[in-house]
Every structure is written in C-alpha cells, then in structure tokens.
C-alpha cells in the first residue's frame, strides 16, 4: 500500500510517498481504507523530533492519527463494525497512508450528510478539546480563557465550552474574531498587552485557561489567575514546567471515545458543531500540507485525501 514515510526527523522534506507493507486487522481492530486524513500541528513536531519524551517514534514513521474511510477487515471478536461500513475515528498505525488499522473504540460510524473530509476533521479536535477541559473540570457558569481559539482544537473547545454554559474568551488574530464571535466566544488579539486586554473581556475573571496555541501566553496567563498554575493546561507550550503548568499529552483511548465521536459526528453533519476545513491535499503532497501547518495562522483543519492524484 501507499503510505507517507519518514526516515529520519527533520523538515517537511523529509517526507515522502512509498510503499509500505499491508496491515491486517488483529483481535478488537478493522482495517480500514482511508479517504481523509486530518492533518495537525503536533505531526510536524513529531515529525521535526521535537516531541521524543511525550510520544517516542520509532524509524521509519507514518504521520498522522485521524482518519475516516470505509471498513476493509474486521480482525476477531469485532460485532461493532461490519466490511462496508463508512467510518471516521483514531487509528493505532499512522493515518497519512492507504490503509489504517484502528481500535473498534475509537471509532465513530459516519453519518451519510458528513463528507469525508469534514469527518476526518473531527476526531483529533474533538477528542483533545473534550479531554482537556475534562481536565480543567471547567462547569457552568465559568470563564475559559482559550488561546489559539481559531484552530481546529480551539474551535471544538469554544463550542463544546459555550455548550456546557461557560463564557469564553478567545485569542486569535483580527481576521479570525468573526469568526470566534459566530462560535460563541468573546474574541481578543494575542501578544503584548493580553493580560489588561483579557481582564477588560472578562472582568469576571478567569476560572481556567486552556493553551493550544503554545506560543508564550502561559506567563500572562499565571498572572490572570491570580498568580496560580492552578487549573491552566497546555497542550502545545513545551515550556509548560517552567510555569509549573500542567501539559496534557494525552495517549491511548478514553473509555467512552467512540461514543462520544459518534455524538460530535452527528452533529455535525446538521451543522451543530463546526470543525471547518481550510484545504485539502492529495496523499502525495503531504510536505506541503506541513510547511502550510507548520507556518501557522490555520483556521480549521488541513485534509489528505488519498484518492486524489
């Protein structure tokens, strides 16, 4: 089969398209044949050796985790998937490829009004932004402060958040507080001034924070919280400990993420929650996808679609 491999870390270059063995569906798998794969910004940190003590990678590699696709192979003892079925979720071997291997759960049936690429969008997001405030047991009536709230996680996040009956105030470049204001969230610019920016937003204060854009903001974020690293998370600031900051890794498969996935799926396919996709790539251009990630300022997800030549 088709898949992205890298063989040493390094650049976007350092990707390219080969041939790789075939995987089979062992106990409790499908195999599944991808027609979307999500692309996000911690592939290229794994792909540059930048994240080695958090998810070590063994050479040679294939990035990615999301994907949706139709089922292939049902391995032994899997009742919840049947060959045939259209399906979007997590998988266990690296989604930038022909074929993927996933756990039966942390997979997701996907409705007939979702496209591919739309559903290939949601597992990743959905899955980090609902451990995470999981996480900062953000309840209603609370204030999140959400930096990097423009992004694929953050805008799962806002819109999970504002269900739950928090307020959220969202960092994010100029051209994107439309776009946070459709969204539910009370936008604001990042960068010098935040802290007296953030306080006129929400001059409630700030119950929790959560960082996806990990780009500096969890100084200013100690001092909105009254001097604490209490309730603040990063899942992007590799400076986390320096703050006394939880980081948040994530790593195998919460025990109700299929259902929940299945939850965020259907959804979405009647336009009750909003992963939007910015571009879309053929399989073979996934260095291109990464230079595009890695340069920042996405606003949504970018797709791989294997099909396309």
């Known amino acids: 089969m088709e898949a992205i491999v890298y063989e040493e870390f390094g650049g976007p270059e350092v990707l390219r398209l080969v041939q790789v063995d075939d995987v089979r569906a062992g106990p409790g798998e499908i195999r599944v044949a991808v027609r979307a794969a999500g ?51 997590r998988s266990t071997t690296g989604a930038y490829a022909e074929y993927v291997l996933a756990d039966v759960g942390a997979v997701a049936p996907k409705p007939a009004g979702l496209g591919w690429a739309e559903a290939a969008a949601l597992p990743v997001a959905t899955a980090t932004a609902a451990r995470v ?3 900062l047991a953000l309840s209603e009536g609370e204030t999140l402060l959400l930096h990097g709230a423009s992004g694929a996680v953050g805008s799962a996040a806002v819109q999970l958040a504002v269900a739950g009956g928090a307020t959220v105030v969202g960092t994010a470049s100029p051209a994107n507080h439309d776009y946070l204001r459709v969204l539910g969230a009370v936008p604001v610019a990042y960068g010098e001034g935040l802290v007296d920016r953030v306080r006129e937003a929400a001059p409630q204060g700030v119950d929790a924070v959560f960082d996806v854009a990990g780009k ?72 291109s996808a990464h230079e595009l990630s890695e340069a920042g300022h996405v606003r949504g997800k970018l797709i791989l679609l294997p099909g396309e030549r």
């Open 133 to 135: 405030l999981d996480e």
């Open 39 to 89: 692309v996000n910004p911690i592939d290229y940190k794994i792909r540059n050796g930048w994240m080695e003590a958090a998810f070590p990678s063994p050479l040679p590699a294939t990035p990615g985790s999301e994907f949706a696709g139709v089922v292939d192979e049902t391995g032994e003892g899997v009742t919840e998937f049947a060959v045939g079925d259209e399906v979007l979720g």
């Open 216 to 287: 500096g903001a969890l100084a200013d974020s100690v001092e909105l919280r009254g001097g604490t690293a209490d309730r603040i998370v990063t899942i992007a600031d590799p400076d986390a400990a320096h703050y006394g900051v939880a980081f948040s890794a994530g790593g195998g498969n919460a025990p109700d993420e299929g259902r929940r996935l299945a939850e965020y799926a259907r959804s979405a396919a009647v336009g009750g929650l909003r992963v939007p996709v910015e571009r879309t790539f053929a399989l073979r251009e996934a260095a």
